[in-house]
């Protein structure tokens, strides 16, 4: 009908009739644009403010694993220097007492830094989506700051399984006291030992302590981690209340 009209003025040569028609295209066409872009960052903005919604959620569950990762390490370390207090003193009921660090004093807590709210924002290409640039950074971040914990971790438990063994070595497990977990598990007898035997055995306390050492570099390595995911959720919190999402 546009068309017509244009081909019509041409032909009467109606040079004011065939400027307004173009113009009413032209408009139209902007108009249909501008109403595009703009439904399209509306979707976009709604995204952002579900992504940023869900790293809130999902960072505040990463630190909670890193505290509760953090407590169970300080427990390995108090029990075993429990039973070292009891070495030290020639108290066999005080090593008795802590005589469950033993067993766990080698082990490596291993959590998962990287929210899947981020994963699917990189694989989805849409971390361009989050529009503060410094926001933005800290998140991309994050992957690499897993890797970097992961391979810390794998590094410990690699120095602490050979360890593990000749500990192992040293003690027996009454598995009669953890058959039944629901009658309470485990007790400060479970672990049996010779209290003579290890409490001589120099290179034997050597190991358990050097076991200790590591345990403490773990503990610092979840507080450092605890402080820099708590960091970035700080800024998406501050990005949610900033553009009120």
Do not use: C
């Amino acid at each position: 009908m546009i068309l017509a009209r244009i081909t019509k003025a041409i032909r009467e040569q109606n040079w004011f009739a065939v400027v307004l028609e173009f113009i009413i295209v032209i408009s139209g066409v902007v108009i249909g644009f501008q109403v595009t872009a703009w439904n399209e960052g509306q979707q976009e903005r709604q995204r952002e403010a579900e992504y940023l919604q869900q790293l809130d959620v999902e960072l505040t569950a990463v630190i909670d694993e890193l505290d509760t990762a953090r407590l169970a390490i300080d427990a390995y370390f108090n029990w075993i220097t429990i039973f070292l207090e009891g070495v030290e003193a020639e108290n066999p009921d005080r090593a008795q007492e802590g005589s469950w660090g033993l067993n766990a004093i080698t082990s490596v807590e291993i959590i998962n830094l990287e929210p899947a709210a981020l994963r699917e924002m990189i694989s989805a290409g849409e971390l361009t989506i989050i529009r503060n640039g410094t926001l933005r950074a800290k998140l991309a971040s994050i992957p690499q700051m897993q890797s970097n914990s992961q391979a810390s971790l794998e590094q410990m438990a690699s120095e602490l399984s050979p360890i593990a063994v000749e500990i192992s070595g040293h003690f027996e497990a009454r598995l009669e006291d953890v058959s039944d977990l629901s009658q309470g598990g485990y007790s400060i007898q479970t672990i049996q030992f010779d209290f003579d035997e290890v409490s001589q055995d120099e290179y034997f306390l050597r190991r358990v302590n050097y076991a200790a050492l590591q345990n403490r570099f773990q503990a610092a390595h979840f507080l450092r981690y605890r402080g820099e995911i708590e960091a970035i959720r700080g800024q998406v919190r501050d990005e949610i209340e900033d553009r009120g999402f």
